[in-house]
C-alpha cells in the first residue's frame, strides 16, 4: 500500500471521535477514586477515633504526604501520556512528597527519645499496611495503566511506575485513615514500601502492556 | 520547519478534529512529507524502510490524535511519534537480525519478492477480518469513497465506516505490537 493510499484511509475515517485523552484522565481518576474507596469501606475503613486524630498533626501530616504524591503522580502521568508534551515540571513535582516525608522524619527524631525511634518505626500494623496498601491501589492501577495505553507514553516503563506511584498515593490517603502509626518513622518506612510495590507492578504493567 | 508551518499544521488540525475531512487530508500530507525527511535523515544505514516508519507513524497520529491538546503546539506531538514509531523500527530489526536465519535463505530463494507489496503495512492487512481488508483495500488502495464501497458490497455506510475504523485501529495496534512480520 503507498503512502498516499494509506492518507486516503485515514481521511475517510477522520469523522471517528474518541474522548480527548485529558478529559478521559479526569473520569479515571475520579473512577479509581470511587473504586479504593468501596474497596477500603469494604475491608478495613475509618479508624474508630477518627474525629478525634483528626485534631492531631500526625495523623494528618500522612494524609499531606500522600496527597501531595498523588498529586504530583497525576500532573505527571498525564504529561507523560502525551506525545511531546514537556515533563519535566511536573517530574520535578515528583521530588515534593518525599522532601515532605523527610522534612517530616527529622522534626520526628528531634521530638522523640532515641530510645522510642524503634518502636515508632515498627509500629503495630506494618504487615496491615503493606498488605492493603496494594490491595486498594490494584484497582486504580489497572484503571491507570488502562488509560496509558489510550494515551500514547513514548516512555512506558516510566509511565507505568508513575501510575503505580498514583495508584499508590490513591490507596495510601484511604489507607491513612485506618491506621493508628501516625509517626513520620513509620509512614516513611512502611508506606513507602507498600508504595514501591505497586510503583513497580505498574513498571511491569507498562513493560508488557502499554504497546501502541 | 517555520513557526508558520507550525501555525498552520495546528490550525489544520483543529479544524480535522472539527470535522474538516479536507483539512485532515492537507495536514496528513504535509505531515507526510516532514516525517519522511526526519526519518530519511535518521536511517543511515539499511535494514530499516523509511517509509515502512512514514506509514506506522501516520496510523500512529491518526489513532492517538486525541492525545493531542489542541491548545499545544502539534509539531512536538508528531516528531515525538515519530521517533518512537523509528526505534521501535530499530528495535524490531535487531531482534529479527538475531532470530531469524530462514528469513535469509527465503530472499535468496525469491528476490523478487522485494517489492512495494513487501510493506510491512501489507503483512499487517492480511491480519484483517475479510470484512475489514475489502473496506480498507477499497478506501485506500482503489481510492473509492465511503458511498461507493458501501454500494460495492451492499452493505450500509455506517457498516463500512465501522469496518474502516476497526480495520485501522486492529492495524495500528498490530504495529504496536510487532506482530506483522514473518514470525
Known sequence: MRTDDLIKALDADARSKAMPLQSAWWMAAGAAAVIAAIVFLLTIGPRPDFMVAAHTMRFLSKFVFTIVLAVSAFALIRALSTPGAPTSSAMAGMIAAPLLVALAVVLELLAVPEADWGTRMVGSNMMICMGFIPLIGIGPLAIFLWMLRYGAPTRPVLAGAVAGLLAGGLAATFYAAHCFDDSPLFVATWYTIAIAFLALLGALGGRFFVRW | MTGKDEAELSRLMRAAIAGDEKAYADFLRRIAALVRGFVRRKIVQGGVDPEDVVQETL??????????????????????????????????????????????????????????????????????????????SAVSVEGQSIGETAAKFGISETAVRVSLHRGLAAIAKRFGQGRFGRE
Open chain 2, 59 to 136: 496510523l500512529a497520529i491518526h489513532v492517538k490524535r486525541h492525545t493531542w491538546r489542541q491548545d499545544a503546539p502539534v509539531l512536538p506531538w508528531v516528531y515525538a511519534i515519530a521517533r518512537f514509531k523509528l526505534i521501535d523500527a530499530f528495535r524490531r530489526r535487531g531482534r529479527r537480525i538475531e532470530i531469524d536465519v530462514d528469513d535469509i535463505a527465503e530472499t535468496f530463494a525469491e528476490p523478487e519478492q522485494e517489492s512495494v507489496s513487501e510493506r510491512d503495512i501489507n503483512r499487517a492487512l492480511d491480519g484483517l477480518s475479510p470484512a475489514q481488508r475489502s473496506v480498507v
